[in-house]
């Protein structure tokens, strides 16, 4: 490909042809101040902070819209530039009440450091004279006028990236105010608290209520993980301070959301208010009393070694790790032969090869057939919309309280199936989302648009992929079991479906994270880690298989997913022992498709 040769600051510079002068510059490591600019979003223009001086061009202009080509000389930081930018800064500040010595952003702010960077000291136009209001009226954080400069970023993101279009401006000029739908109150909008214009605010203007003032970003520690909270693997970054997680943010360099995240990614992780199993637990004429490890892995061998491998039950969650889930394989499966193994969550049917989430965004017509992800998946759901919004039709075959029903072109139902495949038929590049709520005639059917379509099970759960490839869902009796090991780990059930079939005098073990009816009713309980405070691997509804990693240490006694079971191992005899990185190795192998 033929590159575009220009030089800036006197520095020969190539980039692609297409580029705007901001993203030739940044292949260069040449820093042009932006506000309004986002590597995810398309730009606008409308801060003016990245203004440049080109030759041959009489009025100055933004590097993050101008079009580089051929020959072009461009000065990022000439009197010319300078004294532009100072302008725009004195107008940003004088514009809201932007007093950084009490605003939750300071130190971090983009306007702040702008404002350092060009040497700002003072005033050049009255400020403080309007107050402009704060909306406090959502959950999770708030959005504060004063703070705000209009940069639209919010706006953007929340129609560019997450194709909700709440967020809009209204009226002009100097009375331009952010709004959410027709002027509501945000947390009565049609707001999905998905919170990615907060991550891109660039100022004060929308804060997080849990972690403000709780530091600056040069007092946190960021750790890349992986989101453990559906299956479509988001990448997310948390943010850490003193052993505590202050929050969580998508990170844009993940390939599977490329920094988007959803309420249950972003949000609900860190509102978790169950209380922890937190010291193993074993139970002593009618009561559970804590214990140290040894004795209750002890008491989990003994109650296993002595029931008939016919008699024993495995039922397992699939928001543990691909290590955990290999490991409960080899141990029960394997080595003690059970053949009694269950999931908690169903599974989708396999139909066809499974295709890529990046291929929506190609897509010209879409089916959802027996999936919500709305509920289960919203980032999947994020970009099923963002193609609608470019053109592409989407047809729902499901029930009509499916979240995707408003943005149907066409919403069947599951026997009119057939119409859906006729349809995708005459498509140029058609796009088949489906769940466990398919049907079989429904699977036969897609089945007839072969190889042209793109497929991808939106699974219900975590690491259900992992799981099926592994052999877990092998059908499960609860009544058939005198010993019954149960890891549940973070899911949130009550486990009614379980505890109504399994015999009164049948031996239950309980790996969980959090109190429930089911650790109720254990007989022995061994407290996990959850997702901040365990190290592993997960494998995403497209087959991706991903780190997750531990930022955290594990409150009080408890151990990973992994970790736990390897111990268990240990205790019954059965060398199963593996570093994590082995055992990642092996759990990979183990999944991967013949």
């Known amino acids: ?32 101040p932006t506000l309004c600019d986002h590597p995810a979003l398309a730009p606008l223009g409308a801060c003016r902070m990245c203004l440049v001086e080109i030759k041959g061009q009489r009025n100055l202009q933004p590097a993050c819209t101008f079009p580089t080509t051929e020959g072009m000389d461009v000065q990022t930081e000439s009197p ?21 010595m009490y605003c939750e952003m300071t130190g971090d702010c983009e306007l702040q450091a702008l404002g350092y960077r060009y040497g700002l000291d003072h005033w050049v136009y009255p400020t403080y004279t309007k107050r402009f209001p704060v909306d406090a009226t959502r959950l999770y954080f708030l959005m504060d006028h004063n703070r705000c400069i ?40 049609t707001c999905i608290s998905c919170g990615t214009c907060l991550q891109v605010c660039p100022t004060g203007a929308l804060v997080d209520r849990r972690s403000a003032f709780m530091g600056r970003d040069i007092e946190t520690e960021h750790t890349k993980s992986t989101c453990s909270h559906c299956s479509i693997g988001c990448g997310v970054e948390m943010v850490t301070r003193s052993g505590n997680v202050l929050r969580l ?34 139970r002593k004429k009618g009561e559970l009393k804590e214990t140290d490890w040894d004795t209750a892995l002890q008491a989990v061998a003994k109650g296993m070694k002595g029931t008939k491998a016919q008699k024993l039950g495995v039922l397992a969650s699939t928001y543990a790790t691909n290590e955990a889930l290999y490991l409960l394989r080899k141990l029960f499966s394997q080595e003690l032969k059970v053949s009694n193994l269950g999931l908690l969550n169903k599974v989708a049917p396999v139909i066809s090869d499974q295709g890529s989430l990046a291929d929506i965004a190609e897509s010209d017509i879409i089916l959802v057939v027996g999936t919500n992800p709305v509920n289960d998946q919203p980032v999947a759901s994020f970009f099923v919309k963002r193609a609608v919004d470019k053109g592409a039709r989407l047809i729902v075959v499901d029930g009509k309280d499916n979240g995707l029903v408003p943005f149907a072109y066409m919403n069947l139902e599951m026997k009119e199936i057939n119409r859906a495949v006729e349809l995708a038929e005459r498509a140029e590049h058609p796009m088949v989302l489906y769940g466990a709520g398919i049907t079989k005639n429904a699977a036969t059917a897609l089945k007839k648009l072969g190889e042209k379509a793109s497929f991808v099970a939106l699974e219900l759960g975590v690491n259900t992929r992992a799981a099926a490839a592994l052999g877990l869902n092998n059908g499960f009796d609860a009544s058939a079991a005198q010993a019954l090991y149960i890891l549940v780990g973070e899911q949130d059930l009550d486990g009614a479906p379980v505890l109504q079939k399994v015999g009164k005098d049948a031996f239950v073990v309980v790996q969980a994270s959090f109190k ?12 996990m880690a959850i997702w901040s405070e365990r190290a592993g691997s997960l494998t995403n509804t497209e087959g991706r298989v991903q780190k997750a990693n531990k930022a955290v240490e594990p409150k009080g006694e408890a151990k990973a997913d992994w970790e736990i079971l ?11 022992g593996a570093s994590l990185d082995d055992l990642s190795a092996l759990a990979a192998e183990a999944i991967r498709p013949a």
């Open 150 to 189: 209009l940069c639209r970023r919010c706006v953007r993101a929340c129609s560019e990236l997450v194709a909700n279009h709440t967020l809009g401006v209204r009226q002009r000029g100097a009375e331009s105010m952010i709004q959410a739908d027709m002027n509501v109150p945000f947390g009565e909008s």
């Open 566 to 576: 390897s111990l268990l191992a240990a205790k019954m005899g059965k060398k199963l």
């Open 516 to 527: 429930s009816p089911l650790t109720e009713r254990a007989d022995v309980i061994l407290p």
């Open 249 to 282: 943010e998508g990170d844009w360099d993940a390939p599977v959301n490329a920094g988007v995240l959803c309420q249950a990614g972003r949000f609900d992780p860190l509102y978790d208010e169950r209380e922890r199993v937190t010291k193993p637990l074993v």
């Open 80 to 100: 010319r530039v300078v004294v532009a930018r100072k302008f725009v800064l004195d107008l940003l500040f004088a514009e809201r009440n932007h007093y950084c």
């Open 1 to 32: 490909m033929a590159m575009v040769n220009l030089t800036i600051n006197g520095q020969k510079v190539s980039a692609p042809p297409g580029s705007t002068v901001l993203q030739a510059a940044q292949l260069a490591n040449i820093d042009i």
